[in-house]
């Protein structure tokens, strides 16, 4: 009797392990499954790691290596160790940058109507200070997207700070920041000599999508602290007696990319894979 007892148990446990691998095969299968349909949820139309070689980020983007034979390109931005808001692995898209003495630009052609975003990356690897590097981006020589950058006085000296402009093709007509012009196939992003220096690029990159489709950096640290100070009614200050906030040189943030939203299935499914066989276990003694 205990002969066939133990036999029936060895058989149980036996037929537990292979549903438990099982379940844990399928339940591996179904996250790489939803992270690679994220992934492919939004194209990439274009991408170029300005001044510097191919690269692929984290996310997958394959960007290409810098084609432009005008300006300079230049990998100054390696003498920095860490940049600041992105993972090592893609610190290569802000520590090598195109500029010019010049206005200079990329064109790419878009064939399809739809909705797109242009993130221009960019980081100060060279001065120390504001009002040193400031300049303009121009789209298609009519619409000024970014006005008076000053990538210094936005994020620091060695922190990556991206401008993210989403903007639409429909019928002919490029829309972007409420304005509209003629559209002949082609994107022109043109980087606009100023006062101050010269004009530069990290990298670019054009999602057909939304903003709320893209992956963003880490929000600066200390950026929302001037958001939500309550007003003092009975001791107003003045301008010029308010402490003003000064923005670090390469602060230390968190990994970007560390925290994948599907991260969080893990336990769930660990737990899952635990509970299921051990209930069944419990219903056949």
């Known amino acids: 009797m205990s002969k066939r007892l133990f036999s029936d148990h060895f058989r149980t446990c036996h037929i537990s392990m292979m549903f438990t691998t099982y379940l844990a095969v399928l339940l591996s299968c179904f996250v790489c499954y939803i992270s690679v349909h994220r992934a492919a949820a939004t194209e990439v139309v274009f991408a170029v790691n300005c001044g510097g070689p191919?690269?692929?980020?984290?996310?997958?983007?394959?960007?290409?290596?810098?084609?432009?034979?005008?300006?300079?390109?230049?990998?100054?931005?390696?003498?920095?160790?860490?940049?600041?808001?992105?993972?090592?692995?893609?610190?290569?898209l802000y520590q090598t940058e195109r500029y010019d003495?010049?206005?200079?630009?990329?064109?790419?052609?878009?064939?399809?109507?739809?909705?797109?975003?242009?993130v221009l990356k960019f980081c100060e690897v060279w001065f120390g200070a504001s009002r040193q590097k400031v300049f303009d981006v121009v789209l298609n020589d009519l619409h000024t997207v970014v006005s008076g950058l000053d990538i210094y006085d936005v994020a620091g000296r060695g922190t990556a700070h991206d401008e993210i402009i989403p903007f639409s093709i429909t019928k002919g007509k490029l829309k972007v920041q409420k304005e509209a012009s003629t559209f002949h196939g082609d994107l022109h992003i043109e980087f606009v000599k100023g006062d101050y220096d010269n004009p530069k690029v990290n990298a670019i990159v054009i999602y057909k999508g939304t903003v709320d489709d893209i992956p963003k950096l880490p929000p600066l640290p200390g950026a929302d602290l001037d958001e939500d100070e309550p007003e003092d009614s009975d001791d107003e200050e003045t301008e010029e007696h308010k402490p003003k906030r000064h923005i670090t040189s390469g602060p230390k943030t968190p990994d970007p990319?560390?925290?994948?939203?599907?991260?969080?299935?893990?336990?769930?499914?660990?737990?899952?894979?635990?509970?299921?066989p051990t209930l069944f276990c419990l219903c056949r003694l």
């Not at 980020?57 to 808001?85: C, M, Q, T």
């Not at 990319?257 to 299921?276: G, K, Q, R, T, V």
């Open 257 to 276: 990319y560390a925290a994948d939203e599907s991260s969080f299935l893990y336990p769930i499914l660990i737990a899952l894979a635990i509970f299921i």
């Open 54 to 92: 191919g690269h692929r980020d984290v996310h997958g983007v394959d960007y290409e290596g810098d084609p432009l034979d005008i300006g300079v390109a230049s990998d100054f931005g390696k003498n920095l160790a860490v940049i600041g808001r992105v993972p090592q692995q893609d610190a290569i």
């Open 101 to 118: 003495v010049n206005t200079f630009g990329y064109t790419t052609s878009i064939e399809e109507d739809g909705d797109y975003v242009l």
